[in-house]
């Protein structure tokens, strides 16, 4: 047992965890932005809880490679009212895929359970409104920034670099009173990586899961497995799941993912082996 809490809840991180994607941008690249509305909204939820995800995920900002700056108030907008209402109907643990401070102090005042930032809490008053929700937060490497970081990404050893970073993150966490039992760590499958920086990360995630935390991987139907398969994104789950499960087996434990059951029913399957003598 390896029991970490997420506000009202606690998961059991020796075991294998679905984070389900909730976009609620009206230009999510694989929803088109068709759960744009509140009720649509919580009919993803819905679903993704019964098929078996630990944590629900709720985005308003595109991170996508070129995507534009989301103005606060629109961030607010479009994803506070969509966590306020998963919370209110459903028993399941509200993850924030934001970077704005604001967003993260309206989100945990309704109730999230984990602050899951692709800038690792680098922007103005992140670390500080962080530290004062005491709920645990995913801290994701980035290089660059989505509207330029797929232009010639560069890195001197990539798994050390992203490493280090991380660590460099993590330090500045517990600058703040932040505990490094709260904290997850994320490679950032695609955040100014290209293919062979991507495989390099998921070959070697022992090496982040070294650095003494659990570790987070987001890489469905990205990019990557486009890169390899040669598959447009709407085909891209069984790659997805390949990658998934290797990086299981190198150490993941949380899986933010579009396609749940599958993923719920492969991980099952992984960790049930695993565990048997
Ligand atoms: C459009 C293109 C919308 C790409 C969203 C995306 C991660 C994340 C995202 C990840 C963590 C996506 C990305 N990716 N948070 N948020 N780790 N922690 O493909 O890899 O879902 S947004």
Known sequence: MSLMSFGDKSLDLSLPHVMGILNVTPDSFSDGGVFNSLDSALRQSEKMIQEGASIIDVGGESTRPGAVFVATQQEVDRVLPVIDAIKRRFDIIVSVDTSTAEVIRGAADLGAGLINDVRSLEREGALL???????????????????TMQDAPEYVQVVDDVADYLMSRVIACESVGIARSHLILDPGIGFGKVLPHNLSLLNHIEKIKKLGFNVLVGLSRKT?????????????????????????????????????????EMLALMSRIEREV
């Open 129 to 147: 409104a962080a530290a004062k929700t005491h709920l645990p937060i995913c801290l994701m490497h980035m290089k660059g920034m989505p509207k």
């Open 224 to 264: 990557m497995i486009g890169d390899v398969l040669n598959l447009p994104v709407e085909e891209r789950l069984y790659g997805t799941m390949g990658a998934n499960a290797s990086a299981y087996s190198k150490g993941a434990r949380i899986f933010r993912v579009h396609d749940v059951r599958p993923h719920v």
